[in-house]
């Protein structure tokens, strides 16, 4: 079973900063693909950023400049560098992996549990 579990979410100041953590924990074969999803109240969960397995990576157009994705070298743990800081923000944050479970060349989505950030004054 694979586990994601988030940290780093909270209350933050217009123009401050957040980093966001997400690691995952399991028995798996390899992590290929991950990612960041947010979901404000109302609104549709959209793509923030993702970095492939070539460590391509990939920002929406309302985080670029601001937000940083990366992982660690064991590609067991994604973060989400967070500067500049909007209301518009404002959300849960959902990590998301796409996980090769055995040898077998299959893989699945795995989220996190959500970590609300707010930016407000």
């Known amino acids: 079973q694979v586990q994601l579990v988030e940290s780093g979410g909270g209350l933050v100041q217009p123009g401050g900063s957040l980093r966001l953590s997400c690691a995952a924990s399991?028995?798996?074969?390899?992590?290929?693909?991950m990612g960041w999803y947010r979901q404000a109240p109302g609104k549709e969960r959209e793509l923030v950023a993702n970095?492939?397995?070539?460590?391509?990576?990939n920002y929406a157009d309302s985080v670029k400049g601001r937000f940083t994705i990366s992982r660690d070298n064991a590609k067991t743990t994604v973060d989400l560098q967070m500067n500049s800081l909007k209301p518009e923000d404002t959300a849960v944050y959902y990590c998301?992996?796409?996980?090769?479970?055995?040898?077998?060349?299959?893989?699945?989505?795995?989220w996190g549990q959500g970590t609300q950030v707010t930016v407000s004054s």
């Open positions: 399991g028995s798996f074969f390899s992590i290929n693909a």
């Open positions: 998301n992996m796409q996980v090769r479970l055995t040898w077998v060349r299959n893989v699945i989505g795995y």
């Open positions: 970095i492939t397995s070539g460590a391509e990576t």
